[in-house]
């Protein structure tokens, strides 16, 4: 049976999936799920917006034959997992997680872990500061609470609403990013803290080491629980269980 896929994508990670697909002229269609106003052209049809939740998804993959889901979606993008597990299990679809390793401090590195966004709004209560705020701009309401920070924004769309906080730099800019180049923006705007997510990879780590670099601090937030499911963390794995996906489908 020839197999249909679909790539739940928002990484780099999928990207590389994507063109190593398309190069094996497989067959499948990438989705993403409309956060960013202008994704990365994909080597495979595309299609862009949200499924519906679980029960959207489960039909989707019904009406559009998929027989192989492989989740590549950001490490915060929870939700969607979520959902990818319980529809894959609703239209007994297989799924294979595409992830990639948490970032871990090395020496030198001045990190203070907070759990979530709400940690990080938190750790913020504090004296005026110009705060390198890399979270993306769907969480940028949330640090409203802390209005007296002068805050540099790196977005790769430029916000869509009013920045909830009276100062602030937005540069529009799409990685990945270089360490020295990284080192420069914070030396050029002064940056005192940098607030990032977990992301794990290496197209945004160049913040994280350039902090180093300077001995400033970093408030890492940490990745939210992911549900059970079968894991590969390199796009060969994932070629790999596509050959062999008719011996083994488990978790």
């Known amino acids: 049976m020839t197999q249909t896929l679909l790539i739940l994508a928002g990484t780099s990670e999928a990207t590389a999936l994507a063109r190593a697909v398309a190069e094996r002229g497989m067959v499948g269609t990438v989705s993403f799920a409309g956060r960013v106003e202008r994704p990365l052209r994909q080597p495979l049809p595309q299609r862009v917006g949200g499924f519906g939740e679980a029960e959207g998804l489960a039909r989707y993959l019904a009406e559009a034959g998929i027989t192989h889901v492989i989740d590549a979606t950001h490490p915060f993008a929870v939700q969607m997992s979520r959902n990818a597990v319980e529809a894959c299990a609703m239209a007994d679809v ?86 020295a180049a990284d080192r420069a923006l914070m030396e050029r705007y002064g940056v005192d803290l940098v607030v990032s997510k977990n992301a794990g990879g290496t197209g945004a780590y160049a913040k994280i080491a350039a902090a180093r670099a300077l001995d400033l601090p970093v408030l890492m937030i940490d990745r939210p629980p992911q549900p059970e499911r079968r894991e590969a963390h390199d796009v060969a794995e994932v070629l790999g269980w596509l050959a062999h996906s008719g011996t083994d489908l488990g978790v």
């Open 94 to 179: 297989p799924l294979l997680a595409l992830t990639r390793p948490e970032w871990q401090p090395v020496p030198g590195d001045r990190w203070q872990r907070v759990p979530d966004i709400a940690g990080a709004v938190a750790a913020l209560d504090r004296p005026r500061m110009t705060v390198m705020l890399a979270v993306g701009r769907m969480h940028l309401a949330e640090f409203a609470p802390n209005p007296q920070h002068r805050y540099l924004l790196r977005l790769v769309d430029p916000p869509s609403h009013p920045l909830p906080f009276p100062e602030a730099e937005v540069i529009v800019d799409r990685g990945p990013f270089d360490e």
